[in-house]
Nanobody, 125 residues
Framework: QVRLVESGGGLVQAGGSLRVSCAASGRNAESYAVGWFRQAPGKEREFVAAISWNGGNTNYADSAKGRFTISRDNAKNTVDLQMNSLKPEDTAVYYC??????????????????WGKGTPVTVSS
């Protein structure tokens, strides 16, 4: 069992930056790849970014490339998503997601083994 707790969401103006964090705990939590998904009102949950268990591989959705950076610190069991140049369309609840397998391309929410409860991000225009 892996427990994920997100933090750092909030309100930011368009063009601004925000960092959301995921704290992982539980058996072999450091062995899991971790991703971020988001879900806007009325829309399906979509993949944003992922990082392999050792941080050596990362993967981004096209909407995140060049603006978002995912990183992890296994000593602290945390995974961060730094979001820059935010747009109103980035507004969503952001979820931390753990998978035992690292997927090197966009993957479905159905493949996620463990979810956090989410943290809201609102980007005002």
């Amino acid at each position: 069992q892996v427990r994920l707790v997100e933090s750092g969401g909030g309100l930011v103006q368009a063009g601004g930056s925000l960092r959301v964090s995921c704290a992982a705990s539980g058996r072999n939590a450091e062995s899991y790849a971790v991703g971020w998904f988001r879900q806007a009102p009325g829309k399906e949950r979509e993949f944003v970014a992922a990082i392999s268990w050792n941080g050596g591989n990362t993967n981004y959705a096209d909407s995140a490339k060049g603006r978002f950076t995912i990183s992890r610190d296994n000593a602290k069991n945390t995974v961060d998503l730094q979001m820059n140049s935010l747009k109103p369309e980035d507004t969503a609840v952001y979820y931390c997601a753990a998978t035992f397998t690292y997927y090197s391309s966009t993957y479905s929410a159905q493949l996620v083994d463990y979810w956090g409860k989410g943290t809201p991000v609102t980007v005002s225009s």
